[in-house]
């Protein structure tokens, strides 16, 4: 059973990210905060959940939750700033987006760049752990898929739609075939070494 908060007395968000070690696509970010009575025995890691109980408690999630918000940053500002900061960032762009000003973040993982006048907690693997993390990673990686699905439709041959950007055989071997696209990041290693020699 997830737990409902760390502080029953601060408006409390859970933040988590999606799409960190893909080779192509924005890294997307969710914020979440919940009511402190929130219940859903089904809520869980989104990396534990089939695709279908994702998408079957997105809906549920944004309509019982006080306030949530996604953001993303794209493939050409990962390359800028690196992939670490971009989820930082992606965090921020959701964390200003929501309707309700938390007080304390509940942020999964080891590491976070603090947000302006806002106090933070990391937790490693807090997406299993914490309800509003949970809540976080199941926004974030849901909106994250239905993007990479719309990018698949603009570049059918990297199998977008199956493997959502994340560095898979089918996906390497399309890249060393068609080249990259505008949605790949560059300073990734896009060919793994035996590749590169073809």
């Known amino acids: 059973m997830l737990l409902p908060y760390i502080d029953k007395n601060r408006v409390e968000a859970g933040c988590d990210e999606a799409g960190r070690g893909c080779l192509a696509g924005a890294v997307f970010a969710a914020a979440v905060i919940l009511p402190i009575d929130f219940v859903c025995e089904e809520?869980?890691?989104?990396?534990?959940?089939?695709e279908k109980q994702r998408y079957a408690l997105r809906p549920l999630i944004e309509k019982e939750a006080?306030?949530?918000?996604?953001?993303?940053?794209?493939?050409?500002?990962i390359d800028k700033i690196n992939i670490l900061n971009a989820s930082f960032l992606a965090m921020h762009r959701a964390i200003e987006q929501l309707k309700i000003f938390p007080s304390h973040l509940?942020?999964?993982g080891n590491?976070?760049?603090p947000y302006p006048g806002i106090d933070h907690t990391c937790v490693i693997k807090g997406d299993g752990k914490y309800l509003s993390i949970a809540a976080a990673s199941v926004l974030a990686?849901?909106?994250r898929d239905d993007y990479m699905i719309k990018?698949?439709?603009?570049?059918?041959a990297y199998k977008w739609d199956k493997n959502k950007g994340y560095p898979t055989k089918a996906h390497r071997a399309a890249i060393n075939r068609y080249g990259t696209t505008p949605y790949h990041r560059m300073t990734f290693q896009l060919l793994e070494r035996q590749l590169e020699l073809f």
Do not use: C, M, Q
């Not at 809520?43 to 089939?50: E, I, P, V």
């Not at 006080?66 to 500002?77: I, K, M, R, T």
């Not at 990018?151 to 059918?156: I, Q």
């Open 43 to 50: 809520l869980n890691d989104s990396k534990k959940l089939t």
């Open 66 to 77: 006080l306030a949530w918000a996604v953001g993303s940053v794209s493939p050409a500002e």
């Open 106 to 108: 509940l942020i999964d």
């Open 111 to 113: 590491r976070f760049k």
């Open 141 to 143: 990686k849901t909106y």
């Open 151 to 156: 990018l698949h439709n603009e570049y059918p």
